[in-house]
C-alpha cells in the first residue's frame, strides 16, 4: 500500500508559516513611515517615493547579513538583539553615502519553523527600522528542514535609501589637513566572529557564561551587544555642517575602509591611543596572543564610524557630538601621500 505524504510530512508547516505571517503585520505596523503602500503579506513591498524636496534622487542599497555572531545567538537562546545588528550592518553602509534609509526587508531561514523565536528576531529587526527611520515592507521566512542543525537559522537583510545627487558623500572633497573623528562602537559590532569564537571557545575553552575579570558582564553578554546605528546622528549632522567622508567600519577595520573614501593621493594617519578601547578587544588581543596588525585589520577596536571633516569644522563637528551625548574622539588627519606610501598609517 502506498502511504500518501503531505508537505507537513516532509518538515514544511505552512499553518504555522501563516500564523507568523500575521504576527509580522503587527510589528511591521511599529515602523511606520512616509511611503509605506499596503502591508505585509503581498508578493513585493511597496514603497511611494515623495521626491517633492529633491531635484535629483539617487536610490542606495546595501544587503548584509549578521555572520557567525549569530552563533554566539543560538548559544545563549538569546534572539532578540541580533535583528537590531542585521538593520544596522545595511542602513551604516547606506548613511555613509549620505543617504536617508526609506525601507527595509529581511531574509529568515530556519530548519523547522520555530515562531517563538522568528518573532523575537523580527521584533529586533523592527526596533533597529525604528532607530533608522525606516519601515519594514516586507521579507521572507522560510522553513528548510535539512537544511539547518535543531535551533540554528540564518539571517540576511536588504534595504533601499535616497540622496539628492549633489549631496552624496563620495569623499571627493577629502583634502590634506583634513581631521578623522572616530565616534564609538559598543565592542566587537558584527565582524571578525570566527577569530573571536577561535579565541575564547576553541583556543581557551570558555562558554558565554564565563565571567572575565575586565568585563561586568558574561562574555556572550558582552559579544551580543547590538550594534550602533549611527543613522540619525550623522543626518543631525549633515544638515548644517560639511562631512567629506563617512566611514563604516566593518569587516577590514579601520586599515582597509578609510581607503574606500579617501583620494589615492592622501593618506589616512591615525593616531594610537587617541581613543579608548574597549576591555573585549584587549582581552582578545591577550587571550588568542592576535598579532596588533590583525586587531586593526578585522576589528572596529571601539570606533564604529569615522568621520572626515575640514579643519576649520572639526571642532564644531565634535562639540555637536558630544552634545547629542556620543562618545568622540579626534584620532588622525589626512595627510598628503608620499609615492609607494601606504595610505593609512599609524602614528
Same mark, same amino acid.
Given at each position: 500500500?502506498?502511504?500518501?505524504?503531505?508537505?507537513?510530512?516532509?518538515?514544511?508547516d505552512?499553518?504555522?508559516?501563516?500564523?507568523?505571517?500575521d504576527?509580522?503585520?503587527?510589528?511591521?505596523?511599529?515602523?511606520?513611515?512616509?511611503?509605506?503602500?499596503?502591508?505585509?503579506?503581498?508578493?513585493?513591498?511597496l514603497?511611494?517615493?515623495?521626491?517633492?524636496n529633491?531635484?535629483?534622487?539617487?536610490?542606495v542599497?546595501?544587503?548584509?547579513?549578521?555572520?557567525?555572531?549569530?552563533?554566539?545567538?543560538?548559544?545563549?537562546?538569546?534572539?532578540?538583539?541580533?535583528?537590531?545588528?542585521?538593520?544596522?550592518?545595511?542602513?551604516?553602509?547606506?548613511?555613509?553615502?549620505?543617504?536617508?534609509?526609506?525601507?527595509?526587508?529581511?531574509?529568515?531561514?530556519m530548519g523547522?519553523?520555530d515562531?517563538?523565536?522568528a518573532?523575537?528576531?523580527?521584533?529586533?529587526?523592527?526596533?533597529g527600522?525604528?532607530?533608522?527611520?525606516?519601515?519594514?515592507?516586507?521579507?521572507?521566512?522560510a522553513?528548510? &528542514?535539512?537544511?539547518?542543525q535543531?535551533?540554528?537559522y540564518?539571517?540576511?537583510?536588504?534595504s533601499?535609501?535616497i540622496?539628492?545627487?549633489?549631496?552624496?558623500i563620495?569623499g571627493?572633497?577629502?583634502?590634506?589637513?583634513?581631521?578623522?573623528?572616530?565616534?564609538?562602537?559598543?565592542?566587537?559590532?558584527?565582524?571578525?566572529?570566527?577569530?573571536?569564537?577561535k579565541?575564547?571557545?576553541?583556543?581557551?575553552?570558555?562558554?558565554?557564561?564565563?565571567?572575565?575579570?575586565?568585563?561586568?558582564?558574561?562574555?556572550?553578554?558582552?559579544?551580543?551587544? &547590538? !550594534?550602533?546605528?549611527?543613522?540619525?546622528?550623522i543626518?543631525?549632522?549633515?544638515?548644517?555642517? &560639511?562631512?567629506?567622508?563617512?566611514?563604516?567600519?566593518?569587516?577590514?577595520?579601520?586599515d582597509?575602509?578609510?581607503?574606500r573614501?579617501i583620494?589615492q593621493?592622501?593618506?589616512?594617519?591615525?593616531?594610537k591611543?587617541?581613543?579608548?578601547i &574597549?576591555?573585549?578587544?584587549?582581552?582578545?588581543?591577550?587571550?588568542?596572543?592576535v598579532?596588533?596588525?590583525?586587531?586593526?585589520?578585522?576589528?572596529?577596536?571601539?570606533?564604529?564610524?569615522?568621520m572626515?571633516?575640514?579643519?576649520?569644522?572639526?571642532?564644531?563637528v565634535?562639540d555637536?557630538?558630544?552634545?547629542m551625548?556620543?562618545?568622540a574622539?579626534?584620532?588622525?588627519?589626512?595627510?598628503?601621500?608620499?609615492?609607494?606610501? !601606504?595610505?593609512?598609517?599609524?602614528?
Amino acid at each position: 500500500m502506498n502511504d500518501s505524504l503531505t508537505y507537513a510530512d516532509s518538515g514544511v508547516d505552512i499553518d504555522k508559516a501563516t500564523r507568523l505571517v500575521d504576527r509580522i503585520k503587527d510589528i511591521a505596523k511599529s515602523t511606520p513611515r512616509t511611503g509605506v503602500m499596503g502591508e505585509i503579506g503581498g508578493f513585493g513591498g511597496l514603497f511611494s517615493l515623495n521626491l517633492a524636496n529633491i531635484s535629483n534622487p539617487v536610490l542606495v542599497s546595501s544587503t548584509d547579513g549578521v555572520g557567525t555572531k549569530l552563533k554566539i545567538a543560538f548559544q545563549m537562546d538569546k534572539h532578540d538583539t541580533i535583528g537590531i545588528d542585521l538593520v544596522a550592518m545595511c542602513v551604516n553602509d547606506i548613511i555613509v553615502q549620505g543617504a536617508k534609509p526609506l525601507f527595509f526587508l529581511d531574509y529568515l531561514a530556519m530548519g523547522k519553523l520555530d515562531n517563538s523565536v522568528a518573532e523575537k528576531i523580527i521584533r529586533g529587526i523592527a526596533e533597529g527600522c525604528t532607530e533608522a527611520g525606516c519601515a519594514l515592507i516586507g521579507g521572507e521566512t522560510a522553513e528548510m &528542514p535539512g537544511m539547518y542543525q535543531g535551533g540554528e537559522y540564518d539571517l540576511s537583510g536588504f534595504s533601499v535609501g535616497i540622496v539628492d545627487n549633489n549631496k552624496i558623500i563620495d569623499g571627493s572633497y577629502i583634502r590634506p589637513g583634513h581631521k578623522l573623528i572616530g565616534i564609538a562602537s559598543s565592542g566587537v559590532h558584527s565582524n571578525g566572529f570566527s577569530l573571536v569564537r577561535k579565541v575564547f571557545f576553541d583556543k581557551c575553552g570558555y562558554d558565554v557564561n564565563t565571567r572575565l575579570a575586565d568585563l561586568d558582564t558574561t562574555l556572550g553578554e558582552e559579544l551580543l551587544k &547590538p !550594534t550602533i546605528i549611527y543613522v540619525s546622528t550623522i543626518l543631525s549632522l549633515l544638515r548644517d555642517l &560639511p562631512i567629506h567622508g563617512l566611514v563604516h567600519i566593518t569587516g577590514g577595520g579601520i586599515d582597509e575602509n578609510i581607503i574606500r573614501v579617501i583620494p589615492q593621493t592622501c593618506k589616512a594617519v591615525i593616531h594610537k591611543g587617541s581613543w579608548q578601547i &574597549p576591555p573585549i578587544f584587549n582581552i582578545i588581543q591577550r587571550e588568542g596572543n592576535v598579532p596588533e596588525h590583525d586587531m586593526h585589520r578585522t576589528f572596529n577596536n571601539g570606533v564604529g564610524m569615522v568621520m572626515v571633516v575640514p579643519e576649520k569644522s572639526a571642532q564644531e563637528v565634535m562639540d555637536r557630538l558630544v552634545a547629542m551625548d556620543e562618545k568622540a574622539y579626534f584620532i588622525g588627519e589626512i595627510l598628503e601621500r608620499e609615492n609607494h606610501e !601606504t595610505q593609512t598609517q599609524y602614528v
